[in-house]
């Protein structure tokens, strides 16, 4: 069984950083992770995703540049460094991890299993 939980959330203003953690309880180091995004009314989006080792990464259009995943298998932890925040990022922000070990990186919701209870970031302009 996978638990995860999210931390980091909040409200700032347009062009300040926010860094998101996950702490990921049960077996997640071999496991893909990513961070997703909803906003209400809409479909949960793809933000960032990484590999099982940290040696691969995806993100999506709307973030490239500005957001960076990685992930510390010791501590289990997940992390989401946002810059240059834009009020369209305000979101509620998911952790989540793949159903599969080992596989390949996947910005579809369907194939993560595990779910934190998520965070919200507000960006204000």
């Known amino acids: 069984q996978v638990q995860l939980v999210e931390s980091g959330g909040g409200l700032v203003q347009a062009g300040d950083s926010l860094r998101l953690s996950c702490t990921a309880f049960g077996r997640t180091a071999s496991r893909t992770m990513a961070w997703f995004r909803q906003v209400s009314g809409k479909e949960r989006e793809c933000v960032a995703v990484i590999s099982w080792d940290g040696a691969e990464t995806y993100y999506g259009d709307s973030v490239k540049g500005r957001f960076t995943i990685s992930r510390d298998n010791v501590k289990r932890m997940v992390f989401l460094q946002m810059n240059s925040l834009k009020p369209e990022d305000t979101a509620v922000y998911y952790c989540?991890?793949?159903?599969?070990?080992?596989?390949?990186?996947?910005?579809?919701?369907?194939?993560?299993?595990?779910w934190g209870q998520g965070t919200q970031v507000t960006v204000s302009s």
């Open positions: 989540s991890a793949d159903r599969e070990s080992f596989g390949p990186l996947d910005s579809s919701v369907a194939n993560y299993d595990y």
